[in-house]
């Protein structure tokens, strides 16, 4: 058990549906970070979270959007699913920044049928 | 663009003999690099990481090279083992320019099998 925890660890669902990822940051970390990884691909960067602010934004698709709450868990949020955006997220944690490195979820994997 | 590549997809080797895993950027900006290890049905974690300002680091059987004027680097694993088996994914950060905020940008990884 890594501290990150992803919630569902699978999801199966429909074009055109709405699904909500949840992650929890290891204890004390209070950046999140989401990540997307589709097949034979590496992980891009999506959007990160800093104490409840969004830091950074990458390759995020405006039917995707995130937060992080008070008690610094964070959601993310995928609309109008399409085929394409079946793929495994991952969620990770940090103190700050990546100096040492982040701490992974399990990942929540995404189908979209 | 893909600023951080790993152009091997995979690599087989014999338990005991040495593995090593290749990884080129384009990014010039980038000062901190980072390997992980994944398993399947897990997260990647981490296991090791270099800072542009050295050329090399050593953690056990674990020591990643870098070579900034050709930027590339590299992870070797001496011995390896077939627990090492899994895919290797190299990272890099834009640390020191102020704005990377911890984003990781990540190659496509690399899959090793390690044969007994």
């Known amino acids: 058990d890594s501290g990150v925890t992803q919630t569902p660890k699978h999801l199966i669902t429909a074009t055109g549906q709405r699904v909500t990822l949840r992650c929890s940051p290891r204890?004390?970390?209070?950046?999140v970070y989401w990540y997307q990884q589709s097949l034979d691909q590496g992980l891009q960067f999506l959007i990160q979270y800093y104490n409840g602010e969004e830091r950074a934004k990458g390759n995020i698709l405006e039917r995707f959007s995130a937060q992080q709450f008070p008690d610094l868990h964070s959601e993310l949020n995928l609309s109008s699913l399409e085929l394409g955006d079946s793929a495994l997220y991952f969620c990770?944690?940090?103190?700050?920044?990546?100096?040492?490195?982040?701490?992974f979820g399990s990942g929540t994997r995404l189908t979209v049928v | 663009d893909q600023q951080v590549k790993q152009n091997s997809p995979s690599l087989s080797v014999q338990e005991g003999r040495i593995s090593i895993l290749n990884c080129d950027y384009t990014n010039s900006m980038f000062d901190y690099f980072l390997w992980y290890k994944k398993y399947p049905a897990e997260g990647p974690t981490f296991l090791i990481s270099i800072s542009s300002i050295k050329d090399k680091n050593e953690d056990g059987r674990f020591t990643v090279f870098l070579n900034k004027s050709a930027k590339h680097l590299s992870l070797h694993i001496v011995p390896s083992q077939p627990g090492d088996s899994a895919v290797y994914f190299c990272?890099?950060?834009?640390?020191?320019?102020?704005?990377?905020?911890?984003?990781?940008?990540f190659g496509q990884g690399t899959i090793l099998t390690v044969h007994p």
């Open positions: 990272a890099a950060s834009a640390v020191r320019g102020g704005t990377s905020y911890g984003k990781l940008t």
């Open positions: 204890s004390g970390d209070l950046s």
């Open positions: 990770a944690s940090s103190v700050e920044g990546a100096m040492d490195g982040y701490t």
